[in-house]
């Protein structure tokens, strides 16, 4: 599964921006002194901020300074959306403030994220930005997303969403493939409620394991890939691992999962891994093992052993999984 950076400009034709999204970062305490500002409710904007941080951070929307004054954080399906604007914000989601076409806002999507030390924490999987550039009626949507992984942060998504809760983090927002919408800094974000989802049961496949940074993960799925070429791969993953209709590979959604892929003769040639806690990269080092590893019939056991390092992640496999077999 690739790792993909989207970075979209979409050009919408309308007249008023009522989105109210948001990440961001500026540099710590002081607001931009050289904002614009074309209205007085913009002014007023600028001086009141939800969550209590009163001089905000300084960015830049298409060359054009503002400053992010309000920011609230609410959960959403085990994922945290802190939206940062311009102009005052709460937890309603709703506002009499007409929209000006000096408004910015923007959002920071954060999820779950396996940290090299081996601790679950948080990172940044997408971030999107709204503004209108000067003397234009359309509005603008800019956008960068990681379908796998993302950039760990240092706060706790679930503490800072909480419902009340007021606390100062480090926002740092970069959007779109020109890095469009701009700012950093620390700020204090308002909490709008936490509903975290039930945990979901560790569904075991044989008793196999893989260990990455030190957390062990069950696994849950495994899949051996015949390809046309004669490579073959195998397929780990913490969730279901299934095979592509009509194709010669295999697909999952798992919070981690690992590839390894051996070339006609058998030997290994490639190990990668990724997941929604983990950025999609290759392995320095090629010790991983799966024995036997040429797949037959619809299903088949192997027995894993072996280590690997990827991209700052000790990888290790163990036990047995009883794999189905794709062709």
């Not at 999987?125 to 796998?148: C, F, I, W």
Request: hydrophobic share 40%.
């Amino acid at each position: 599964m690739k790792q993909h950076l989207l970075g979209i400009a979409l050009v919408v034709a309308c007249g008023k921006s009522e989105q109210k999204s948001a990440p961001v970062a500026g540099e710590k305490g002081s607001a931009a002194s050289e904002q614009k500002s074309g209205s007085a409710a913009v002014v007023a904007a600028d001086a009141a901020t939800a969550g209590g941080a009163a001089a905000g951070i300084p960015g830049k929307a298409n060359g054009v300074a503002f400053t992010f004054t309000s920011a609230i954080a609410r959960m959403d399906e085990g994922e945290v959306s802190i939206e940062l604007a311009n102009y005052p914000q709460d937890c309603s989601g709703s506002s009499t403030r007409p929209s000006a076409n000096t408004d910015v806002d923007a959002r920071l999507r954060i999820g779950p994220v396996l940290h090299e030390d081996g601790s679950l924490g948080w990172g940044v999987r997408g971030q999107y930005a709204h503004y209108m550039k000067p003397g234009e009626t359309s509005t603008h949507n800019v956008q960068s997303e990681l379908e796998d992984g993302g950039t760990p942060v240092s706060f706790d998504g679930a503490a800072i969403s909480a419902a009340g809760a007021k606390t100062q983090i480090p926002i740092d927002l970069a959007a779109g493939s020109d890095s469009a919408v701009t700012a950093k800094g620390s700020m204090t974000v308002l909490g709008c409620g936490v509903k975290l989802p039930a945990p979901k049961p560790d569904p075991q496949l044989g008793d196999g394991v893989m260990t990455i940074a030190g957390k062990a993960l069950p696994i849950a799925g495994a899949a051996f890939a015949i390809k046309k070429d004669g490579t073959h791969t195998l397929q780990l993953g913490t969730q279901v691992v299934k095979c592509v209709e009509g194709s010669d590979s295999s697909t999952t959604r798992s919070d981690v999962y690992v590839t390894l892929t051996w070339d006609k003769a058998g030997k290994l040639v490639d190990v990668t891994r990724g997941g929604h806690w983990l950025s999609f990269a290759q392995s320095s080092e090629l010790a991983l093992t799966a024995t036997p590893n040429r797949p037959s019939g619809a299903k088949m056991k192997t027995a894993l052993g072996g280590t690997a390092r990827s991209a700052g992640y000790t990888i290790a496999l163990a036990g047995k999984v009883d794999a189905i077999v794709c062709k």
